[in-house]
């Protein structure tokens, strides 16, 4: 059993929804099958129905996603409109995830901020790497759209995802599962509930304990068919993920809880296959290497390739916070009121070895280590006086990470490459304040809101990099590497020895004798928002939103030259305009919610080559502008059966995009990992009293057009149009004896067997695609307990 399964005793997987879009909670028992039960959620910082939060927001509820079986956030994207996740290239450790139109960069290094941020129990997850981890024992997910500048702060343009884990209950029970499926899958998940210590009030108060583990093995669905492969299959996982929640209530106003969570994943990459030649082709600058490729060209999804390098892609997440609450009420001037404190702490470590050329030569492959850690703090004031509502914060964080990236190129088995070690030491700090004044005049019909944030950014990276034949040919020419010069442009050793005996790497040079460079930054933003209310009947309410948001600045950590590092790039900025409404009709059978927002999108960040700089740098390029509609419901037209769908329409088009160079791709170039159109439609149904509890079947299918691979509109790069089918088939809540519960569920994902792929990226050279799965089945039985 492994640190992780020795530390927690149970766990769930988070997991892929099924057709719960919209409802936070699951199917209501059968003598309340017929209407819709409503859904609280902390979207703005406290608990309110999700009718009445004036946003597009949108809820998955916990016992449905562990019932789905998926064990990670990218089946979000199936069940919510207008968010995508993506994995990255030749990993599925860092999940990409897109929001109206926003969608991050490919180069997922944790120098680069995401325009979607993820949060567990309040605690900011700063980078995509790693975020792709189990979350245990979830209650629900909320997918927060639109920016979230006044109450997350940066890095939340696009919108927020927020993963809320279930708190201990004090009663002992829990749950357990085991699964089989396809390609040698096991999986096992187990959630605990212990008996309540002490009592509130009496004593040092009252200890509330659960702990969690889940294990998921599985086989890769793509053979590597090369003979001396370290893996047989790509995309094989070993994933394990525990959790500990503690519990303190002292008094019935003081309460604290400390969560403790942990993820290892060691596993084979994911295949990445060529799909077109380019450089490298008959005509092309690199012809006479297409014999090492001509072979290895897929145009469909390959059983296999063969790969000489294709070896891990590991990562390893822990995670503590601490999260004291005070209650008060009647204070003077206050009211009721709520002082917070989340303090938070967390590691990731990861490790991949990747090859790029889909064959078994030696062409292009790379390593790339990360160390990554993250400190946060938070205080919230939260709470009502009469017709006002108010949150008030200050918050502060600060992340450092080191990362080793040696890169092989044409090296054709020989122990030269290129290298990359850079490192950053980062600080952000922010106030915040949000109030709501709900005036008796109108009926308390009329809710208006204002609220406010200011966050300061400083950024400080160090890189030391070398390019092997140009520092070979000339380590004082530019492109030779990051490094410090002296004027002429010679690099400046430690040592003061030869220079060209400061190449680093086994085999071939030594330990590298040159100097870091360092860049740094500072950057302040204040993003305001305005939002006003009204409520047209208890269950039905239309709003109004003008938000503001913003993405860090930073410095080009990843720069092939000095000037590309050392030139900084500044923050990018967008205002959203939504109007929306949300209601519950038909004795709540249905319940329906619709947004049309337009984004004005400022000083957007892209990566392009800049001639001056001799190298592709991130420039804050132009502006923007997005526009769409969000539309999504559950409906009951008779009992036990409940049909859930969501639509939406992205539309995002660049005002002035100037090149460096001074070409104007405005009208040609395109944003990248967008669908126009994406809808998801779902379907479930129960028949109770059978064998002593009841069937569900489910069916939920997602689709999504087809949407542009990089900014440059190349069709190579282009994703067709896809969709998935999922369903699941349960013989649920059977009655066992003693207040125990069994469940045995199949299930199956793209079911149709559609042919689509997750990502791909031309190379210039070649064009690659990693491929999505095929069809999979699976068994699971679970006890209730």
Known sequence: MTRTATILLAGTALAGAWPAMAMAQDAAPPEQATSLSDVVVTAQRREERLIDVPLSVSTLGGEALQRAGVADISAIGGYVPNIQINQTVGGAFGPLISMRGLAPSADTSLGRDQPVGMYIDGVPIAKSTGAAFDTVDLERIEVLRGPQGTLYGKNTIGGAVNLVTRQPTGVFGGKFMLGVGSADLFEQRLSLDLPRIGEIGQGIGAFDVKVAYSGRTRDGFFDNTHPNARFSTFGEQNQQAGRVDVVWRPTEDIKVAYGYDDTSSRSSPAMLAISAPGAIGPGGAYASLYPYIQNAIYTSRPDGIANDYANRSDFFVKGHSLTAEYNADAVPFFGDVTIKSISAYRNMKSRSQTDFDGTGVDLMHFTLNNNYEQWSQELQLIGANGPVKYTFGLFGFKEEYGVFNPRWNFQFGGNKYDLQERSADNTSIAAYGQMTWTPTAFDERLSLTLGGRINKDEKSATSLSQSYSAYLANPAAPGSGVFQRDAAGNPITRSGGPALGALPGPGNIGPSDLIPLTATGSWSEFTPEFNASWKLAEDWNVYGRVATGFKSGGNNDVAATNASFMTP???????????????????????????????????????????????????????????????????????????????????????????????????????????????????????????????????????????????????????????????????ADINIGDGRTAEISLWGKNLLDEEYWVSGINLTLFTIRQWGDPRSLGLQASVKF
């Open 569 to 731: 790039y500044e923050p990018e900025k967008l205002t959203a305009y939504e109007i929306g409404t949300k209601g519950q009709w038909f004795d709540r059978r249905l319940n329906l919610s619709a947004a049309v927002y337009y984004s004005d999108y400022r000083d957007f960040q892209v990566g392009v080559f800049v001639p001056a700089l001799i190298t592709t740098t991130i420039i804050n390029a132009g502006k923007a502008h997005m526009s769409g509609v969000e539309l999504e419901g559950t409906v009951r037209p008779v009992d036990n059966l409940r049909i859930n769908f969501g639509y939406g329409y992205t539309k995002a088009e660049y005002d002035e995009f100037i090149l460096p160079s001074g070409q104007d791709v405005t009208n040609t170039y395109v944003f990248p990992l967008i669908p126009k159109h994406n809808y998801t439609l779902g379907v479930d149904y129960r028949w109770p009293g059978v064998a002593g509890g009841e069937v569900v079947a489910s069916l939920n299918y997602s689709w999504r057009s087809e949407q542009a691979g990089g900014i440059t509109n190349d069709p190579l790069s282009y994703r067709k149009a896809y969709g998935l089918l999922d369903g699941r088939l349960s013989l």
